[in-house]
């Protein structure tokens, strides 16, 4: 018995195709196959291309438009994804480009996947959704400019005026911090350089937001006040640490002066320059459950006049499922770190996780659309701490905020 190919007139193939014609796509598919079209044109001569047809490119996108179709149903149900409106309007300027794309092929999977395989997908696509909108409303921050910083005079009077002024005494303290309500920060966790200074000691000054008295104490190590205004030994700077009240919202400024006593005679031969940190406290952090998830939202701001490119967040207390550090738990998948600006027209400008400059506790934030509006005033910075397995324990987590 010889072989008979599907494109022998007496095949089954040729039969289907010429009895169905085309009543059906599959078989107009069927028939560009054995009965292919011809043209001229080359040489002067017919040529006979298999496959080729009028209706080619109908055959051909229809299945693909289905299967398309059924892979972005199955990412809607999977991930809560609505990409109906976005596809379907692609999908049918594509279908108007199809030179017969008539009668179209019925997509028999979409019905089960909608009804049988996937029973909660709509209420569960619904719940996604409601949760990846909702908003957390923080509060609303507008503290003093900057340009109303105290000066050297408001902090410290004429004290060190007359004391001359050494460029080796040149610690760098961060010019803005956030903390929350009810949180503290060690006076030395405020340095930002510190190359090679001398200093033997160091004048420092608390003062309130436009020259008001301050609402946040300086405490030492026993937990007792020092006062707005007093110079210590640079090596208690260790022990000193600035807490902010328990409620409320506000801002304080530490002044600094560094000082050199090399004689220990209580008269100081040099100083350096006079700097001021501003630390800020905008309410305390506030603990919630999204989707069976833990989080924990922190607010910050800073003074207005300036605005935020670069924001480095400090974490503490990051112990749980054997990570000892924010970027290990980022890294290891349990937890993750978003930072917004909420804007007062209710917008949000949202930064970029920087996990290349991160290290340790600290992670980085970039805002590389647009820079922060004036300082947060009028609205705030929302940093979200959410633990992504169930068994992250992220309620010992502290945090502050180090703007540029």
């Known amino acids: 018995m010889s072989d008979i190919s599907i494109f022998s007139q007496s095949s089954v193939f040729t039969a ?16 560009q196959v054995v009965d292919p079209a011809e043209f001229g044109g080359l040489l002067g001569q017919e040529i006979s291309v298999i496959g080729a047809s009028a209706d080619f490119s109908g055959s051909i996108f229809q299945p693909i438009q289905i299967s398309l179709g059924n892979i972005l149903l199955l990412a809607e149900a999977a991930f809560g994804i609505d990409t109906g409106d976005f596809f379907s309007d692609r999908f049918n300027r594509l279908s108007f480009a199809l030179n017969d794309p008539e009668p179209p092929l019925q997509n028999s999977v979409e019905s089960a996947l909608r009804n049988a395989a996937f029973p909660q997908a709509v209420s569960t696509i619904v719940l996604v959704q409601a949760q990846e909108e909702a908003t957390v409303v923080g509060p609303t921050l507008t503290f ?3 340009t109303q910083r105290p000066s050297e005079n408001a902090a410290f009077g004429t004290t060190f005026s007359s004391v001359t002024n050494n460029g080796s005494l040149n610690t760098q303290f961060a010019q803005r911090v956030g903390i929350p309500s009810n949180s ?27 020259g008001a008295n301050p609402i946040g104490e300086i405490q030492d190590g026993t937990g007792t006040s020092i006062g707005t205004s007093a110079t210590v030994d640079i090596s208690q700077l260790a022990d000193l640490t600035f807490v902010a009240p328990t409620s409320g919202i506000g801002l304080d400024n530490i002044s600094f002066i560094e000082l050199s006593d090399p004689g220990d005679d209580g008269t100081f031969d040099d100083r350096g320059d006079f700097q001021t940190t501003t630390v800020s406290f905008a309410g305390a952090a506030r603990s919630r459950q999204d989707l069976d998830e833990d989080v924990i939202d922190f607010f910050f701001g800073a003074e207005a006049g300036t605005s935020q490119v670069f924001l480095a967040l400090d974490f503490s207390g990051v112990n749980s499922n054997g990570f000892t550090d924010a970027l290990s738990a980022i890294e290891g998948g349990d937890l993750r770190v978003r930072i917004f600006e909420n804007r007062s027209d209710g917008t949000r400008n949202e930064a970029v996780t920087d996990l290349f400059q991160s290290s340790g506790d600290r992670v980085i934030g970039v805002f590389p659309f647009s820079p922060t509006r004036n300082g947060i005033s009028g609205s705030n910075i929302q940093v979200e701490v959410r633990a992504l397995d169930s068994s992250f324990d992220i309620s010992t987590i502290d945090l502050r905020a180090v703007f540029a």
């Open 144 to 146: 003093s400019d900057f």
């Open 184 to 210: 503290s920060v060690a006076l030395t966790d405020l340095i930002q350089f510190d190359a090679t200074s001398g200093a033997t000691d160091i004048a420092i000054s608390l003062t309130g937001e436009n």
């Open 16 to 31: 289907l195709s010429s009895l169905f014609q085309r009543e059906a796509a599959q078989a107009r598919g069927l028939q």
